[in-house]
């Protein structure tokens, strides 16, 4: 009976050793924003720790909002009003290249939006610290790929926005 209890024993611990190195090889959620917050600086061109984005849900879509964390740096919120004017004239083209790039996949909403691209308002505004882009629609299928696209942003970015409409 030791034997048999022993053999056992053996191969649990065979079989939870080959489980943690299996889980040491996989990607980590962790690994996964870091690369996504490393391709965000490079497709935005400022950097993701000096800034703070917010996607927020509306009735007739969202606004994508990124504002310096320190009021005094200049540069970067002038970075980030460039950035965001960009993002405004591609996406109203049908162009999504950037958020692909940046989430290293098609953002949910995205096919939807580009097919929809005619009946999608895209405007840039300045804010204080930072800027805007104001997504908005008043067909219900481009409120739903706005918001299907905003709530996948929350949930990349990890900023805990709501993913309710106001």
């Excluded at 190195?21 to 996504?36: F, G, I, L, V, Y």
């Excluded at 980030?80 to 989430?103: E, K, N, V, Y």
Aim: charged share 20%; net charge negative; glycine share 8%.
């Amino acid at each position: 009976m030791r034997r048999v209890l022993s053999g056992w024993m053996a191969v649990l611990l065979i079989c939870a050793a080959g489980l943690r190195a299996q889980q040491q090889s996989e990607p980590t959620h962790e690994h996964d924003h870091a690369k996504m917050m490393e391709r965000g600086g490079e497709g935005m061109g400022f950097s993701q720790t000096a800034a703070t984005h917010h996607f927020l849900l509306t009735k007739d879509g969202g606004v994508i909002q990124v504002t310096v964390n320190d009021p005094k740096d200049a540069a970067t919120r002038d970075e980030i009003r460039t950035h965001l004017q960009h993002i405004a004239q591609l996406f109203s083209t049908g162009d999504f290249d950037i958020p692909m790039f940046i989430h290293d996949q098609v953002p949910p909403g995205v096919p939807e939006m580009k097919q929809l691209k005619g009946e999608i308002r895209y405007a840039h505004a300045e804010i204080p610290d930072g800027g805007k882009v104001v997504m908005s629609s008043s067909n219900p299928k481009g409120v739903a790929a706005i918001q299907k696209f905003l709530r996948f942003q929350t949930e990349e970015h990890q900023t805990h926005d709501s993913v309710s409409t106001k």
